[in-house]
């Protein structure tokens, strides 16, 4: 019977430490949902891109920039944003309803804390990928993105599910690999942010989400 | 010596272990904060602070924000070292 209290105790402690740390209402179905949108978002970009340079398409993220109407960057960009938008507001709300369910506050100094450390290497990296743009090394802004979104995840990994941690390894991966194969760009984002988000967002919704 | 040597008296009660646990994760954290992840009354919970005060296991700061007062907690290495003690003693008498 003391053993059982013992038990009891540890337990508890462990899940004092886990809720006052970090916020686990993260939904791993919005996850899956982005990496589907980065997909989507990667299909139209693709057609654009073949349309804009039917001949040498496979040269778009890279040297070939110059080649770019401003009509292709806008509408990339265009692309680019609204897969963002999408996503954040789609994980915002499956996160809302999960917080929901689960009796959590959405909006408490754990999911501060989360929000505030996976920003910096977030809003750095924009910052520098903008810089990138401005000296005319547009092919660096794939792996780029890539990388920094890596680092984001791992900075916020101590903040919410660890799991995080192995999809940002994964996405530094990707993106240190794609500056060998400048051009590819789209084909490295299409794997990081949609292949990768929907993989780790399955295994998260299997781990934590199904009951 | 007996593993029972290693239990801490003034970590045996769930209140206290839940401060003790919330304080070894966290920087600081305020009496509203600890109130509501261990769901306890005011005066049960300051009683239980006062005590692992007493003991020099956490350190209360007593501080403005703006005109409201803030008490804030934060666990102080001495009281760090002596609960790892008590966790280790737990689970070498849950026997793994």
């Known amino acids: 019977m003391e053993t059982n209290k013992y038990l009891n105790d540890i337990t508890e402690i462990k899940n004092l430490m ?16 982005a990496g589907i949108y980065a997909l989507i978002g990667a299909g139209f970009a693709y057609v654009k891109l073949k349309e804009t340079s039917a001949a040498n398409y496979e040269n778009f993220s890279g040297r070939s920039s110059s080649l770019w109407g401003s009509d292709t960057v806008s509408d ?10 999408a996503a954040v507001i789609t994980g915002f709300i499956m996160t809302l309803k999960k917080s929901k369910k689960s009796g959590e506050k959405i909006w408490d100094s754990t999911s501060k804390r989360l929000v505030f450390n996976f920003a910096i290497p977030l809003v750095v990296g924009g910052l520098f990928c903008l810089v ?54 789209l084909y490295f984002w299409a794997l990081g942010f949609g292949v990768c988000h929907i993989l780790y967002g399955a295994l998260m919704y299997y781990k934590y989400d199904r009951n | 010596m007996s593993l029972i040597d290693n239990i801490n008296k003034a970590f045996d009660h769930r209140i206290r272990l839940g401060i003790m646990s919330i304080l070894m994760v966290n920087d600081y954290a305020d009496f509203k904060i600890l109130k509501e992840l261990l769901g306890a009354t005011d005066g049960n919970l300051a009683s239980h602070t006062k005590a692992l005060e007493k003991e020099e296991y956490i350190k209360v700061e007593k501080q403005f924000i703006g005109r409201k007062p803030n008490t804030r907690y934060s666990a102080t290495p001495l009281g760090k070292a002596q609960f790892k003690k008590h966790i280790n003693a737990l689970e070498k008498l849950i026997g793994k």
């Open chain 1, 18 to 33: 886990n809720r006052s740390s970090r916020f686990i209402s993260l939904s791993g179905l919005s996850g899956v949902l």
């Open chain 1, 76 to 85: 990339l960009t265009f692309i680019a944003i609204a897969v963002l938008v």
């Open chain 1, 132 to 185: 990138l743009m401005q000296q005319g090394i547009a092919g660096l802004v794939a792996p780029a993105t890539l990388i920094f979104y890596g680092l984001a995840c791992v900075n916020a990994s101590k903040y919410t599910m660890g799991d995080v941690r192995y999809m940002g390894l994964a996405f530094i991966g990707i993106g240190l690999v794609s500056t060998q194969f400048i051009g590819y760009g």
